[in-house]
């Protein structure tokens, strides 16, 4: 069993509260490598139980199995521990820093993750294990027992923090995606009302047609009579001009 504290340090997520007091590019930046930092303090803490597990396995086949899995997760925490280097050293020089120690702390804690690896996975590993359990004694395993509980309670107190940040993250995508809804519907409206004030000065100007047409019509017809009243004004002064003259030319 495990003799040496391999958990993920205990101020894993004090980068996450610097996060939040640095401008927004850093913190999105800061949050990918705290991603990063949970799914190595996940594999870390789970790759700490099957290697437990392992000592304790007889059958051949069932260790074989359980090495071989340990091995892939020492690589991909490899892996994870080169993402967080690089995430870390394309940050601000305040924040790398910071990153940069917290970096050197998980690569220590991987370095002892192969240690016991290659430890429990040697020839000797049956007898070895043996040795030290009946050399440590009782208090060993009590020990040793209480440093694994206390790094299964710091990574669930981790992913609960997690959580949270993502629960809190939804009820902010929700809040805005009501918003949204709220404007869209708010654009229905004034879509709708700008369409019925349109119905409306269509409605005005076919009137207002309609009264030129009436207008026209009205002018027509009074230019018309003028016409006529000019003619019978004409036709009477020529009347009498005509009856004066008959007169004035007999008498």
């Not at 990918?32 to 799914?39: A, D």
């Not at 009782?138 to 040793?144: F, L, Q, T």
């Not at 016409?227 to 004035?248: D, H, M, Q, R």
Request: hydrophobic content about 35%.
């Amino acid at each position: 069993m495990l003799s040496e504290d391999l958990s993920c340090p205990k101020e894993a997520f004090a980068i996450s509260l610097f996060s939040f007091s640095v401008p927004r590019p850093i913190k999105k930046m800061s949050d990918v490598f705290e991603g990063y930092e949970r799914q190595y303090c996940e594999l870390s803490a789970n790759l700490s139980r099957k290697c437990n597990s392992a000592s304790a396995i007889q059958d051949s086949e069932q260790k074989k199995q359980k090495f071989s899995e340990i091995s892939s997760g020492i690589d991909e925490a490899d892996v994870l521990i080169r993402k967080m280097d690089l995430e870390a050293r394309s940050l601000q020089p305040g924040v790398k820093a910071t990153l940069l120690a917290k970096l050197r702390e998980y690569k220590a804690d991987l370095n002892k993750l192969k240690k016991e690896f290659k430890r429990i996975s040697s020839p000797n590993a049956n007898q070895a294990a043996h040795d030290e359990l009946l050399a440590s004694g009782m208090a060993d395993v009590n020990s040793v027992s209480a440093e694994q509980r206390d790094r299964l309670s710091m990574s669930v107190e981790r992913l609960n923090q997690s959580s949270d940040r993502i629960k809190e993250s939804r009820r902010t995508v929700l809040e805005t995606e009501e918003l949204g809804i709220s404007i869209l519907e708010d654009l229905h409206q004034q879509r709708q009302t700008l369409l019925h004030a349109h119905n409306k000065l269509y409605d005005v100007d076919s009137a207002i047609d309609k009264s030129k047409k009436v207008l026209t019509t009205m002018s027509r017809r009074i230019t018309k009579n003028k016409w006529i009243a000019g003619s019978v004004i004409v036709a009477l002064v020529l009347a009498i001009i005509l009856i004066l003259y008959y007169k004035i030319s007999h008498r």
